[in-house]
């Protein structure tokens, strides 16, 4: 059974840095794709970035060059740095993975609240 456990979130102040880890149960390179998504209130959940098997990574427009996401294939884990942050990047931060058989996983989300 795949667990994915998200860390990292809290109350920073606009122009502040976070980061979120995800560790998952087992080798992350038995997933095609990982990576983070965020849903804030009354929002659906949207993409924020991903790391492909490969490597390659892919972010939403509105965290280019504030945000970064990286692996560690020792620890499991799927870390994302943001920095700059804005009261609009508020929102529940989920980490995701998609295995090989094309099944969806999530964490449980962790808060991320950025003041003015």
């Known amino acids: 059974q795949v667990q994915l456990v998200e860390s990292g979130g809290g109350l920073v102040q606009a122009g502040g840095s976070l980061r979120l880890s995800c560790a998952a149960s087992g080798s992350i390179f038995r997933f095609n794709v990982m990576g983070w998504y965020r849903q804030a209130p009354g929002k659906q959940r949207a993409l924020v970035a991903t790391?492909?098997?490969?490597?390659?990574?892919n972010y939403a427009d509105s965290v280019k060059g504030r945000f970064t996401i990286s692996r560690d294939s020792a620890k499991n884990t799927v870390d994302l740095q943001m920095n700059s942050l804005k009261p609009e990047d508020t929102a529940t931060y989920y980490c995701?993975?998609?295995?090989?058989?094309?099944?969806?996983?999530w964490g449980q989300g962790t808060q991320v609240t950025v003041s003015s």
């Open positions: 790391i492909t098997r490969g490597g390659s990574m």
């Open positions: 995701h993975a998609r295995d090989t058989w094309l099944d969806n996983h």
